[in-house]
């Protein structure tokens, strides 16, 4: 009797039941690299702008209160109205003015929602008396603001997607100079504002965030 030769149906069969399995394999494979890819490139964005962020909000904090006399030029815990993008939103910021050659200038930073709503964005501020200019008298508080531009534009990593202020700051008063350089006159105070956020890893471990303070040698405090 003579015996079949070649392939037959079953392992017809089980080679392609092989050949799915492993393609199966290779595309769960591939979703998951262009997914650790797309979410690294994500991390990797958040902390650049927060880091170039952080770093530019700190040299235009050191401009609060020069050239003018007096201890109405800053304010850390101002509520203020901002226009942005059609809409105006009350929000805690910074704010403060200064003299610029012969001109006022007012300026903020602030924790706003991105236009996008799924994004926070860290925003330097523009205040104005009549939509041009801003003097040295006028409440900080009471002046008109609008965005001049975007410091960091900062990914929503909340569990529950409620895209939550990233950025805090608070006040406190300490002899101090400007990025811990030269020598510190123990006599004088000057505010200090710590700015608070966190990167992506920060973020996804539940660790503390990375704390930076200014020192505004333009303000005294004693």
Not at 187 to 203: G, M, N, R
Request: aromatic share 4%; hydrophobic share 35%; glycine share 6%.
């Amino acid at each position: 009797m003579k015996h079949q030769a070649g392939v037959t149906l079953i392992s017809l069969l089980i080679g392609l039941v092989i050949a799915m399995l492993c393609m199966i394999a290779v595309l769960t494979t591939y979703r998951t690299v262009a997914k650790t890819g797309a979410e690294s490139r994500v991390a990797s964005s958040h902390d650049t702008q927060l880091q170039m962020g952080l770093t530019n909000a700190q040299m235009l904090l050191q401009s609060a209160s020069f050239g003018l006399e007096g201890n109405t030029h800053f304010n850390a815990n101002a509520t203020i109205r901002v226009q942005s993008d059609g809409k105006t939103q009350s929000i805690k910021a910074i704010v403060w003015r200064y003299q610029d050659d012969n001109e006022v200038v007012c300026q903020g930073l602030a924790d706003l929602e991105h236009p996008n709503h799924k994004q926070r964005q860290f925003a330097l501020l523009k205040g104005t008396t009549d939509g041009s200019h801003c003097d040295a008298t006028q409440n900080l508080s009471n002046l008109t603001w609008t965005v001049q531009s975007s410091l960091a534009n900062l990914q929503d990593y909340s569990l529950d997607q409620s895209n939550p202020a990233q950025i805090t700051w608070l006040q406190s008063n300490a002899p101090c100079t400007p990025y811990g350089s030269g020598k510190i006159d123990e006599s004088t105070a000057h505010a200090v504002i710590t700015l608070s956020a966190k990167t992506s890893t920060q973020h996804s471990a539940n660790l503390s965030p990375v704390n930076v303070a200014v020192c505004l040698l333009n303000i005294s405090t004693s």
